[in-house]
């Protein structure tokens, strides 16, 4: 891939993101990756995503997004070794440090902590 090609596939994508997010002047993009331990029943795994799905009461956030891996082709830099991963948009750095200590977002942390074995998070603007 030449410079040429890196440039357009990255200015092609910012264009076509941004064309869905045309109201954003600032945005943040909260995302969380969580490994869970192996004895960890699917009833906590269950109540741990309706806990997640709850966050989207926090006036904060703008929009949630919670997932599994996906079913595609795998390929060399690839992890599909976790159980759950979050995104949380909010409209700016401000909100979400007011959403991280939010006391829905703190007795989810607290409330399931123990079930992980792992979690990364990715902050970006």
Known sequence: ETTTERD?????????????????S???????????KA?????EIAA???????LK???QVHSIYRGTPADTPKRGNMDTSYNIMVTVLF???????????????VDLLEKFKDKWEKVAVFDAD
């Open 57 to 59: 009461a926090i006036e």
């Open 26 to 36: 600032a945005m943040l993009v909260h995302t969380v990756i969580f490994w869970l």
């Open 48 to 54: 741990f995503e309706a806990a997640i799905d709850g």
């Open 39 to 43: 004895e960890t029943t699917p009833e």
């Open 8 to 24: 357009f596939h990255h200015t092609s994508a910012h264009s076509f993101i941004s064309s869905f997010l045309p109201f954003y």
């Open 91 to 105: 409209d700016s750095v401000e909100k979400h440090n007011e959403y991280q200590v939010h006391p829905l977002h």
